[in-house]
C-alpha cells in the first residue's frame, strides 16, 4: 500500500517574525478612534484660525493653541477644561492689568511680583484636582503672556488682554461646536464599563476575602488603584448632558461606595476570624455578605439591608454578645449599604435619575510637596529672568513666557521630570517641523488650504503621541508648540533669523526645566513617603480626639492618600509590603476613630448613655485599647434597653471603637513610635 506524502513542516521562525511585526503594527499603528480624534482637532484648529484671521485678531496663532491646550478625546474632559481655562485667562489677565498698573515703570518690581503670583497659583494648584488645578495654574502663566508680553509697551496691556481673551473663547467656541458636530465620545458612556469592572472586580475581592481571610494589604491597594483614576471621568461629565449632574453624583457616589465596600469586607473577615463559634447570626451574615458579592439584585439588596438590621438590632437588645460579632454585624451590614450606593451609581450614570446621594472624594495634598512645587517654579523664573535679563536678548521677553509656561504646566503632573524629558523632546520636534513647514514646504506661499495641508502631518502626529501615555507629554507639546514656533500670520512671513532666535530659546527653555526639576528642591519618593506619613499621622492625632470628618469622606480621602502612597513605594518586596500594611492600619485606625466620636456626638442626648461616652473618648485620646473595649461593651449594655434607632447607632459606635482597640492591640510598637498617643 503506498504511503501519503508527508507535508513539508512549517518553519517556526516564519510565524514567530510574523506575530511579531503583527504585534508591532497593532501596538504602533492608529487605531480608528484616534484617526478621528486627530481629524476632529486638526478641524478645530484649522476653523479657529481662520476665523482668527477673519476677525483680524491680534496673535492669530493662540486660537490654534487654544484648541491644541483643550484636546482631549472625550467631550466632557475637553468641556471641563475649556471652563477652567476660561476662568483662568480672566483671572490672570486681570492680574496682567493691575501689576502693569501697579509696576509698569519698573521692570524688576513687575518680574519679582509676577514670580509671587506664579508661585502662588502653582501653590494653589497643588491642592486642586483634574482641570480646576490646570485652571489655577493656567491664571498664573496667562500674566506672563500679557504682562511680560508687554513689557516694553505697558500702554498696550488692556488691549493685549482683551485680545488674548477674544482668542481663548474662540477657540474654546469652535472645539466646542466641533466636538458636538463631529460626535466626540461622551465622557460618561466610556466612564460607564469602567465602574461596572470596578464593581465586578470588588465584588471579587469580597468573595476571595470571604473564602480566604483578609487578603492583605497589598493585594487591597491593587484594588484601590483600579477605582481611583474613575475620579477624574467622575468630575468630567457634569457638563455633558443636561443630566449630567446626576451622572457626575452618580459616579462619585458609586466610586466612594467601593472603597467602602473593601474596607467593609476586610473588617468582616478580620472580625469573623476572632470567633471560635460563630452564632447562626454571624452565618447568616457571612451568608449575605457572599451572595451580594456573587449576584446582587436590587430588590434583594434591600431586603438584606432590613434583615442585617435586624440582627444588628438582636445583638445589641441581648446586651452580651461578643464584640467581634457585633462588629460582623455591622460591617456586614455596612458592605450591603455600600452595594446599594454602588448599584445605584451605577444606574445614575447609565440612565441619567437623581442617585440616592453625592458623595465627596477628596483629594489628599501634602503641604511640603506643594510649597516644594511652588518655590521650584518661582525660584526657575526668577534664575531665568535675571540671566536672559543679563544677557540682553532681545525676544528675553518670549523665552519667559516659554519657561513660564512649561513649569507651570510640570508642577501639576504626577511625574515632573518624566514631564520634563517630554517638554526637551517634544520642543526640539516641534522647532525642527516647524521650521521644515515655514521655510521648505511653505515657501513663501500665502494661501490658507496650503497652511492647512502642511500643518495635517504635525498636528495627526502629535494627536497620535497624546494618546499614548508613555509619549503623552512629547504629544502634548508638540502640538501646542508647533503653531507657536509656525506663527502662522497674514500675511506669512519668512524671517529666519527670528524663527531661529525663538527655536533656539523653547528649547533653551525645556533645557531649563529639564535641570530645575531635578535639581531645585526635588522630592525623592522615600521623602514623599515621608511627608505622606507625616500627613496621615496628623490626621489621625486629630481623629483620636474628635476632629476627624464623616465616615464616607475619611474613607475616600484615606484611600486615596494609600493610592499615591502606593506609587511612592520603592526597594524591595517586603519593604513595600511593610509600608502599605503600616499605612493601611494607620488609616483603618483613623476612620474608625473619627466615626466612633461622630457617633457618640449623636447619642449624648440619651441619658442612660453618658457615663459610657465619656469613657469612650479618653480611651480615643490616649489609644487606649482596652479601655476602648469595656468602653464598647459599657456602650452596648447601656443601649440594650433603649430605641431600635439609638441601638442601630451603638453598634456603629461599639464596632468602631472595636476596631480601634484591635488595630492598635496590632501595631502598638509602629504607633508608639509616631509618638500620637500613649500608645
Not at 491644541?68 to 467631550?75: E, H, N, T, V, Y
Not at 502693569?100 to 486642586?128: H, I, K, S
Not at 497589598?218 to 461629565?237: E, Q
Not at 540682553?392 to 501639576?412: D, E, K, M, R, Y
Request: hydrophobic share 55%; net charge positive; with cysteine.
Amino acid at each position: 500500500m503506498a504511503e501519503a506524502p508527508v507535508a513539508p513542516a512549517a518553519d517556526p521562525s516564519a510565524g514567530s517574525l510574523l506575530d511579531r511585526a503583527v504585534a508591532f503594527l497593532d501596538a504602533w499603528v492608529p487605531k480608528p478612534a484616534a484617526w478621528a480624534f486627530a481629524l476632529r482637532i486638526w478641524i478645530a484648529m484649522m476653523l479657529a484660525l481662520a476665523m482668527a484671521f477673519w476677525l483680524q485678531l491680534d496673535s492669530a496663532s493662540s486660537a490654534a493653541t487654544c484648541v491644541a491646550i483643550l484636546a482631549q478625546p472625550k467631550r466632557g474632559q475637553a468641556i471641563s477644561k475649556a471652563v477652567y481655562r476660561l476662568l483662568g485667562t480672566l483671572i490672570g489677565a486681570a492680574v496682567s492689568i493691575v501689576f502693569m498698573a501697579l509696576f509698569g515703570q519698573d521692570r524688576v518690581l513687575l518680574l519679582l511680583g509676577f514670580t509671587v503670583w506664579l508661585g502662588l497659583c502653582v501653590f494653589v494648584a497643588q491642592y486642586l484636582q483634574d482641570t480646576r488645578a490646570y485652571g489655577a495654574m493656567l491664571s498664573g502663566y496667562t500674566v506672563a503672556i500679557v504682562a511680560l508680553g508687554q513689557i516694553d509697551d505697558p500702554q498696550g496691556t488692556f488691549d493685549a488682554a482683551v485680545s488674548r481673551v477674544a482668542v481663548i473663547v474662540l477657540g474654546i467656541v469652535v472645539i466646542t461646536f466641533i466636538n458636538d458636530a463631529l460626535a466626540s465620545p461622551s465622557t460618561w458612556r466610556a466612564l460607564l464599563p469602567q465602574l461596572r469592572k470596578g464593581w465586578d472586580d470588588t465584588r471579587s475581592y469580597a468573595r476571595e476575602t470571604l473564602e480566604s481571610g483578609d487578603l492583605g494589604a497589598t493585594r487591597t491597594a491593587a484594588l484601590i488603584r483600579t477605582i481611583a483614576p474613575m475620579r477624574a471621568d467622575a468630575s468630567a461629565i457634569a457638563g455633558e448632558l443636561d443630566d449630567g449632574r446626576f451622572r457626575a453624583a452618580g459616579a462619585r457616589s458609586c466610586i466612594a461606595a467601593l472603597y467602602a465596600m473593601a474596607a467593609a469586607i476586610r473588617s468582616v473577615a478580620a472580625a469573623a476570624a476572632c470567633l471560635r463559634h460563630p452564632s447562626p447570626a454571624v452565618a447568616e451574615a457571612m451568608a449575605i455578605c457572599r451572595r451580594v458579592a456573587d449576584a446582587p439584585d436590587p430588590d434583594v439588596l434591600d431586603r438584606d439591608d432590613e434583615r442585617l438590621r435586624d440582627l444588628v438590632d438582636s445583638a445589641i437588645r441581648d446586651g452580651n454578645r461578643p464584640l467581634d460579632e457585633v462588629v460582623v454585624l455591622q460591617r456586614a451590614l455596612d458592605f450591603v449599604c455600600a452595594a446599594t450606593f454602588a448599584q445605584d451609581g451605577i444606574r445614575a450614570v447609565a440612565d441619567g435619575h437623581e442617585p440616592l446621594r453625592d458623595a465627596r472624594l477628596p483629594t489628599h495634598r501634602d503641604f511640603p510637596v506643594a510649597l516644594r512645587g511652588a518655590l521650584r517654579v518661582a525660584l526657575s523664573f526668577a534664575v531665568t529672568a535675571a540671566a536672559f535679563v543679563a544677557l540682553g536678548l532681545p525676544q528675553a521677553s518670549f523665552a519667559l513666557v516659554q519657561v513660564a509656561a512649561t513649569a507651570a504646566l510640570s508642577s501639576v503632573t504626577p511625574d515632573p521630570k518624566k514631564f520634563a524629558n517630554g517638554v526637551v523632546i517634544g520642543m526640539t520636534l516641534a522647532a525642527t517641523l516647524a521650521g521644515i513647514a515655514r521655510f521648505a514646504l511653505l515657501n513663501g506661499v500665502q494661501g490658507f488650504p496650503m497652511l492647512a495641508i502642511v500643518m495635517a502631518p504635525v498636528i495627526f502626529l502629535g494627536c497620535f503621541l497624546s494618546l499614548n501615555p508613555k509619549t503623552f507629554g512629547i504629544g502634548f507639546i508638540l502640538i501646542v508648540f508647533f503653531p507657536v514656533l509656525l506663527g502662522p500670520s497674514n500675511p506669512q512671513t519668512y524671517d529666519a533669523l527670528t524663527f531661529l532666535l525663538n527655536a533656539f530659546l523653547v528649547v533653551a527653555a525645556a533645557v531649563i526645566l529639564s535641570i530645575v526639576v531635578r535639581l531645585v528642591l526635588p522630592v525623592t519618593p522615600a521623602q514623599q513617603r515621608g511627608f505622606a506619613l507625616d500627613s496621615a499621622r496628623r490626621a489621625l492625632a486629630d481623629a483620636l480626639i474628635g476632629q476627624g470628618g464623616d465616615a464616607t469622606t475619611r474613607t475616600s480621602l484615606n484611600a486615596d492618600r494609600l493610592f499615591q502612597f502606593a506609587g511612592y513605594s520603592s526597594g524591595s518586596g517586603a519593604v513595600r509590603r511593610a509600608n502599605l500594611h503600616h499605612a493601611f492600619a494607620l488609616a483603618r485606625l483613623e476612620a474608625a476613630a473619627a466615626r466612633a466620636h461622630a457617633e457618640l456626638r449623636r447619642l449624648w442626648s440619651i441619658e442612660a448613655l453618658r457615663g459610657a461616652i465619656p469613657r469612650a473618648r479618653d480611651a480615643l485620646a490616649s489609644g487606649d485599647d482596652r479601655g476602648l473595649e469595656t468602653a464598647a461593651r459599657d456602650l452596648i449594655r447601656a443601649a440594650a434597653g433603649q430605641g431600635r434607632a439609638v441601638r442601630l447607632t451603638t453598634a456603629r459606635a461599639a464596632s468602631d471603637l472595636v476596631t480601634a482597640s484591635r488595630t492598635i492591640t496590632r501595631h502598638r510598637r509602629f504607633l508608639h513610635r509616631l509618638d500620637i498617643a500613649l500608645f
